[in-house]
């Protein structure tokens, strides 16, 4: 995906890595960061007394399957490490 590409995704960021373990430890962090904002919410709601309908989670309605066409900010979880780019800096 090119710079321009992601410019066009709001909330997107274009990043380079000169290896791919550094890409690789990139979207690890993302993804825990990413978990970190869902578990706090629900915590937050589970201290004001909130409580699940039952034990049964569905991430279907949080995480969607995206194409290139359809691409956005939320679904970068589920980018591969083929679209990032990992060549060297100039």
Not at 30 to 35: I, L, M, P, Q, T
Not at 57 to 67: A, C, F, R, W
């Amino acid at each position: 995906m090119t710079e321009l590409k992601v410019k066009e995704i709001t909330g997107a960021c274009h990043k380079r890595f000169r290896t791919r373990s550094q890409a690789e430890a990139f979207i690890e962090d993302w993804k825990e960061s990413f978990a970190d904002v869902w578990r706090s919410a629900i915590r937050e709601g589970l201290d004001q007394g909130l409580r699940p309908r039952d034990m049964k989670i569905s991430v279907e309605g949080i995480l969607h399957e995206t194409d290139e066409q359809t691409e956005d900010a939320d679904a970068l979880d589920e980018v591969k490490l083929d679209r990032l780019s990992l060549k060297e800096e100039d």
